[in-house]
């Protein structure tokens, strides 16, 4: 199957920082990223949809100016978690779907974060 | 909006044993499809096996099969012979069959152990 990346795999920051995280489709064109996050033990969250060169479009409840989402080109989106706090600890997964109904989504192997 | 629910939060199995991981979900469309991904300790999301909603044949690959009841609305893995490479947390998903839909709604997932 395809190949997603995300860098870096953990993270740990203090609290106030910002933290950017990547995701890259590394042999195939993405027209379409997701972002997840993932508590332990629990299910993906859903948090924002990406299209390539349009604004990422926000699940209910998660803020877009705290979690600013970059998809600017077809193999790379970014997630960067702003003035982050010890509640942003998490789990991020990133998924990359090329264009059409039937291609399915690719997962990336995630990204641990923690804030002090 | 759709729905995916699974039902056993653990479930656990013998080595060269047979296992099945429910799962029902509940949509209003007719067409759509469902996966089964996998998630080991490693977290990343491996992809089972998947089946469109307007195929009567049950998918199969290698010792995963499911059981697909449209008129049930209930999706179930069956996994044959278990191994212990087999040991993760098991999600089942939803998508849509619409061009524009492309996100997965996950259930809460079951964690499978293997027993040796």
């Known amino acids: 199957g395809a190949v997603v990346s995300q860098h870096p795999s953990r993270v740990i920051c203090k609290s106030g920082t910002s933290v950017k995280i990547e995701c890259r489709s590394l042999?195939?064109?993405?027209?379409?990223m997701f972002w997840y996050r993932q508590f332990p033990k629990k299910s993906l969250m859903l948090m924002a949809t990406s299209n390539e060169g349009s604004k990422a479009t926000y699940e209910q409840g998660v803020e877009k100016d705290k979690f600013l989402i970059n998809h600017a080109s077809l193999t790379l989106s970014t997630l960067t978690v702003t003035s982050a706090h010890p509640e942003d600890s998490s789990f991020y997964i990133c998924s990359a779907k090329a264009g059409g109904p039937y291609n399915e989504q690719f997962f990336g192997p995630g990204t641990r974060l923690t804030v002090l | 909006a759709q729905t995916v629910t699974q039902s056993q939060p653990e479930m656990s199995v013998q080595e060269a044993e047979t296992v099945t991981l429910s799962c029902t979900y509940d949509?209003?469309?007719?067409?759509?499809?469902l996966f089964w991904y996998k998630q080991p300790p490693s977290r990343q999301m491996i992809l089972v096996i998947r089946q469109e909603a307007y195929k009567q044949q049950n998918a199969t690959e290698n010792r995963f099969s499911v059981n697909f009841q449209k008129a049930a609305k209930s999706f179930s893995l069956k996994i044959s012979d278990s191994q212990l490479g087999d040991a993760a947390m098991y999600f089942c998903a939803y998508r849509t069959f619409e061009t524009s839909g492309s996100r997965l709604t996950f259930g809460e997932g079951t964690q499978l152990t293997v027993n040796p």
């Open positions: 949509t209003s469309e007719s067409d759509y499809y």
């Open positions: 042999d195939f064109q993405a027209t379409t």
